[in-house]
């Protein structure tokens, strides 16, 4: 079974330039996430899809933030303007929706701004 | 406010002894608690879960201990092997964040031979 597929690997760009990054849940998840990982730091949940609903995006900064997950399968996140601090991996995960609490991480998107 | 937290940023242990990595949390709402491990350029990876009606659960050469009263939870790795020499993140769920996974900063492991 393919896990969480998420591209580009890796992706370096100026400031202030947009960037988006994909992700494909594992086959048949309907839940899927997308976390900021910072140098040292755990993972932090920028927002959680059902299907195709955003049901919790507390944590995404919506003045340059967004996200997509057209038809609930694959999503995508966007940046427009990035900024310096954006620097990070995005790692995005999906889960049943009767097993949410074990998520299933795609490899993620290092991202260097510069 | 960070809700989980691991205190330790490294642990070095001798292969064939005993890893112990530690975690604390804050959030009384927690139900269910998962570690994970994570090699460098890869996801984390799902290793082992508890629930809070539980204090132990184990699984091969891994145990989770949950010491509700004391808001702590431990992962213990025996015996210990240098393919285990990864980053380790504990996490916690349910309550009202249910769906959602508050890791703690990692505890990097790094097992000698």
């Known amino acids: 079974e393919a896990g969480v597929v998420q591209s580009p690997r890796y992706k370096i760009i100026e400031k202030k330039q947009p960037v988006a990054f994909w992700c494909n849940p594992i086959?048949?998840?309907?839940?899927l996430y997308w976390y900021l990982q910072n140098l040292g730091q755990g993972p932090e949940l920028l927002i959680r899809?059902?299907?195709?609903?955003?049901?919790?995006d507390s944590q995404l900064p919506k003045d340059r933030f967004s996200a997509e997950r057209l038809k609930g399968v694959d999503s995508t996140l966007k940046i427009q303007p990035a900024e310096l601090g954006d620097s990070a991996v995005y790692l995005c995960?999906?889960?049943?929706?009767?097993?949410?609490?074990?998520?299933?991480f795609g490899p993620g998107t290092r991202l260097t701004v510069l | 406010d960070q809700q989980v937290k691991q205190n330790s940023p490294s642990l070095s242990v001798q292969e064939g002894r005993i890893s112990i990595l530690n975690c604390d949390y804050t959030?009384?709402?927690?139900?269910?608690f998962l570690w994970y491990k994570k090699y460098p350029a890869e996801g984390p990876t799902f290793l082992i879960s508890?629930?809070?009606?539980?204090d132990k659960n184990e699984d091969g050469r891994f145990t989770v201990f949950l010491n509700k009263s004391a808001k702590h939870l431990s992962l213990h790795i025996v015996p210990s092997q240098p393919g285990d020499s990864a980053v380790y993140f504990c996490?916690?769920?349910?309550?009202?964040?249910?769906?959602?996974?508050?890791f703690g900063q990692g505890t990097i492991l790094t097992v000698h031979p």
């Open positions: 996490a916690g769920a349910g309550g009202t964040s249910y769906g959602k996974l508050t």
């Open positions: 508890i629930s809070s009606i539980k």
């Open positions: 959030n009384s709402m927690f139900d269910y």
């Open positions: 086959s048949g998840h309907n839940t």
């Open positions: 995960a999906s889960s049943l929706g009767d097993r949410g609490h074990e998520q299933f």
């Open positions: 899809y059902e299907n195709e609903e955003a049901v919790d």
